[in-house]
Each structure stands twice: as structure tokens, then as C-alpha cells.
């Protein structure tokens, strides 16, 4: 589906990068007024690419506001799909290539790369543990617009409302079990990945327990995201305690890594 101008696009892919925005926010971005921005955001509501709430689709509920409170715009599928960069259809094309002359075993070690290389340098060189919010922060500079979600019994989910592959990741789910075995390495602790946009679902969504345990830094998809030592211990951001199969708000089936 075509954009219906190029202010249009220029919105919608702003979207894209930082996630569900206010007129006011992608005013900001764009060096513009709110008045100028609001005209593509009717355009893109109309066509059935941008939808409109009174809170983001993801993330904390920030609470109640004085005065009438800002409407916030966010993709819909469409629009999602509208925004793929060019490069995914590449990327598939390049994945369809290497798994007929390499094999599925090829592919999976090109993803297990990919995911490292993604993550590469997040958290503290000291513990070699990130936290939640840090790998959230590394996912948006690439593109995710990721968030994290506190879980009411302690936990939190890892929202990522944007994938600039899904065409490949759905076509090729070694993507994604790559990128799940990585933030399980990288965040101390097995990780559940619950929803993904190339399965068709609104946002990824990882659930992550409170558990945590020491990672291991060995072969990428080896130890399949979990670490094989236990250890006591809590990262700061995510309290202790929580079962792992905590239901989070966006489950709507359950991805575990192997």
C-alpha cells in the first residue's frame, strides 16, 4: 500500500522509529508545527495506517492527567507493513538464498550472529547482566521502538511494537529464536518469548521473570538463551519472586526457546 503523500510517509515512518507519538511529539521531530502534522495524520487515519488512543498500545499506564488528555497515534498493521524498508525484502531473499545452498543450519548460525552483533556492548562490562531497560533502550536506537511493561506480580514484559525484518522473521523464525537465546544470555535469566509480529500478532512481547541467573557467554545458540549456572541474585530493575509463567497482558501464544 502506497503512502498518501510524502508528508505522509515522512510521518508514518517517524512512527515507525519511535514508537506510538503525540501531534505534539512528531511536530518536535519533524522541526514543524502541530497544525502542519495533523493533516498527514488524517490522511494516514483515513487510509487505515495510523490508529488513534488516549494511551500508547504498550507500555505503563502513566495515570490520570489534568485537562483533556493527548491523543497518542500509533501503525496499525498496515501501516507497519507499509513501512518495511526495502532492505527486509533483500533480507529474504538473501536468507531464501543461503538456506538453498547452505541449508537451515546456515541460516540459524547467520541469526545467532545477528542477534550478538544487535546487543553487542549492552549492560555493565563489570556483571556482564543488563537490565530490562537497557536492552529496551539498545532495541529502539535499532529500529524495535521497544518498551518495557511492569507485570503486576513483579516480572516485566519487553514490548517491541516495530520489527524492520518481519517479512523475513516469518518466513525464517531462526530470527527470532535468536534474538530470544540472546536477551536470555544477556539478561541473566530464561526468557519466554509470549507473541511476535511475524506470527501476525500487534507487538513482540517477552516475558521476563524476576528469577535471574548468572549468564553464559559461550556458543550464541548453544545454550539455547539460558544459563546453566543458577545464582542469587536480583537485577535492580525487576523485583524477585515471580513465577515464570506469569500471564502478561499481551500473551496470546507461548514462544519458549528450546
Known amino acids: ?63 490520570p492527567r489534568r485537562g483533556r488528555p493527548s491523543r497518542v497515534f500509533s501503525l496499525t498493521g498496515a501501516g507497519r507493513a507499509a513501512c518495511e524498508q526495502a532492505y527486509d525484502a533483500l533480507a529474504l531473499e538473501a536468507l531464501r538464498f543461503l538456506a538453498k545452498r547452505d541449508g537451515r543450519a546456515a541460516v540459524a ?30 532495541l529502539t536506537e535499532q529500529g524495535f521502538a521497544a518498551s518495557v511493561e511492569p507485570l503486576a506480580r513483579d516480572g516485566a514484559q519487553l514490548c517491541q511494537h516495530h520489527c524492520p525484518v518481519v517479512d523475513a522473521a516469518g518466513e525464517f523464525p531462526e530470527l527470532c529464536d535468536a534474538e530470544t537465546h540472546a536477551l ?42 539460558t544459563p546453566s549456572t543458577p545464582q542469587t541474585g536480583t537485577p535492580a530493575d525487576i523485583p524477585a519472586d515471580t513465577p515464570a509463567d506469569t500471564p502478561g497482558k499481551h500473551q496470546h501464544r507461548e514462544r519458549v526457546a528450546p
Open 184 to 225: 536470555g544470555r544477556l539478561l541473566g535469566r530464561h526468557v519466554t518469548r509470549l507473541a511476535t509480529l511475524a506470527q501476525g500478532d500487534g507487538v513482540c512481547t517477552t516475558l521476563i521473570p524476576a528469577q535471574c541467573a548468572a549468564p553464559q557467554f559461550g556458543n550464541s545458540h548453544a545454550d539455547n538463551g
Open 109 to 138: 548460525e547467520f541469526a545467532a550472529d545477528r542477534a550478538d552483533r544487535l546487543l553487542a556492548g549492552v549492560g555493565s562490562s563489570t556483571t556482564a547482566v543488563a537490565t530490562v531497560h537497557e536492552v529496551a533502550e539498545r
Open 1 to 63: 500500500m502506497k503512502f498518501p503523500t510524502e508528508a505522509a510517509e515522512r510521518v508514518a515512518r517517524i512512527l515507525a522509529e519511535n514508537g506510538p507519538s503525540t501531534a505534539s511529539a512528531l511536530a518536535d521531530e519533524l522541526g514543524t508545527s502541530t497544525t502542519a502534522v495533523r493533516r498527514p495524520l488524517a490522511a494516514l487515519h483515513e487510509a487505515g495506517l495510523v490508529e488513534a488512543s488516549e494511551r500508547a498500545p504498550y507500555g505503563p499506564d502513566p495515570g
